[in-house]
């Protein structure tokens, strides 16, 4: 089955720089999302990206998808202590009976 | 707006007790409704998830069942806890089926003790 597995685990980085997570999945995919949690608080859906795009944008977010390697890469760019969180990746398949499968996840830590 | 609701937030209960926990989604109707439960810094694993009123289907065999009476009620059971079942339990929806956008509830913290 669609998994997503995102590195690094864990990323620490200082005020206003960028912050890269990655993300792979095994098989063919309808989409993937990426979600944020914060501490001890339910999912929040950033961005979804169709197979047939490449890349999208969203105001600090940046995604981007390679469907031939089958990974995705999460860019949150000029970070803020705000953006500590879990950032979880997350696969659509390709029908309608195929559930969103989630990654274990990466833990941003953006020390002011 | 749609919302999502869970209660209670957190629960400490002991093993052997029975277990109701209850989500409520406003705002739009037929959603797609999932429940999940999150160990300690992992991922979300899948543990049922409904399409319509009185239809659950089961991801992982376990000690927990679901019910929708409710086409924007759904239920989280236990008739007997055990301490593997402490975790962070959320809710979500989504108003298409397959692989799109969910919208998570704010979680119930369980601990069975």
């Known amino acids: 089955s669609q998994q997503g597995e995102e590195d690094p685990q864990a990323l620490s980085i200082q005020e206003g720089e960028n912050a890269t997570m990655n993300c792979s999945y095994k098989t063919s995919i309808n989409n993937l999302q990426w979600y944020r949690q914060n501490s001890g608080r339910g999912l929040v859906h950033l961005i979804l990206?169709?197979?047939?795009?490449r890349e999208k944008h969203s105001g600090r977010l940046r995604v981007t998808l390679d469907t031939s390697k089958k990974s995705s890469s999460l860019l949150i760019t000029a970070s803020r202590a705000a953006d500590t969180a879990s950032y979880f990746c997350?696969?659509?398949?390709?029908?309608?009976?195929?559930?969103?499968?989630f990654g274990p996840g990466t833990s941003l830590s953006v020390i002011p | 707006s749609q919302t999502i609701h869970q209660w209670p937030a957190t629960l400490v209960q002991p093993v052997g007790s029975p277990l109701s926990l209850e989500c409520t989604v406003e705002?739009?109707?037929?959603?797609?409704l999932y429940w999940y439960r999150q160990a300690a810094g992992r991922g979300l694993q899948l543990l049922f998830y409904?399409?319509?009123?009185?239809?659950i289907s089961s991801e992982v065999p376990q000690n927990l069942s679901a019910s929708r009476p409710q086409d924007r009620q759904f239920i989280l059971s236990s008739k007997k806890l055990l301490l593997s079942d402490s975790g962070f339990y959320l809710c979500?929806?989504?108003?298409?089926?397959?692989?799109?956008?969910?919208?998570f509830g704010p979680g119930t913290r369980l601990l069975v003790l």
């Open positions: 979500a929806w989504s108003s298409l089926a397959g692989g799109e956008t969910q919208y």
């Open positions: 705002g739009t109707s037929n959603p797609n």
């Open positions: 990206i169709r197979s047939n795009e």
């Open positions: 409904s399409v319509g009123i009185g239809q």
């Open positions: 997350a696969t659509g398949g390709k029908t309608s009976y195929d559930k969103v499968i």
